[in-house]
């Protein structure tokens, strides 16, 4: 059974920092790209970065872009999101997903994933 477990989530002032995992299991961990998305309330969800597992490239959205910082450990089934400088606006619930191959979808369209997390929270006060 594939299984995806985030972790890390909390409560933080603005320009702190937080580090969330994506434990997997499962699954080959090293044959897939892992995205990380994130849904705030009344709000769609939103792609925030990805992971190849082919080479390792990374991508983020815009809105995170020089402030946040994905990277994996294939050896501990795990991906990681540092998020530093953190702004009220980055809270929501922040899921892990496994796309279906090992590179980074071009979109950043959920039908690209298939695999979820249960979520976790991350509140950022002002």
């Known amino acids: 059974e594939v299984q995806l477990v985030e972790s890390g989530g909390g409560l933080v002032q603005a320009g702190g920092s937080l580090r969330l995992s994506c434990a997997a299991s499962?699954?080959?961990?090293?044959?897939?790209?892992i995205g990380w998305f994130r849904q705030a309330p009344g709000k769609e969800r939103e792609g925030v970065s990805c992971?190849?597992?082919?080479?390792?490239?990374?991508y983020y959205a815009d809105s995170v872009k020089g402030r946040f910082t994905i990277s994996r450990d294939n050896a501990k089934n795990t991906v990681y999101l540092q998020m530093n400088s953190l702004k009220p606006e980055d809270t929501a619930v922040y899921y892990c997903a496994t796309a279906f191959f090992p590179r980074c979808p071009s979109s950043w369209a959920g039908t690209f994933y298939d695999n979820w997390g249960q979520g976790t929270q991350v509140t950022v006060s002002s």
């Open positions: 499962g699954f080959t961990f090293d044959d897939y790209a």
């Open positions: 992971i190849s597992s082919s080479d390792g490239s990374t």
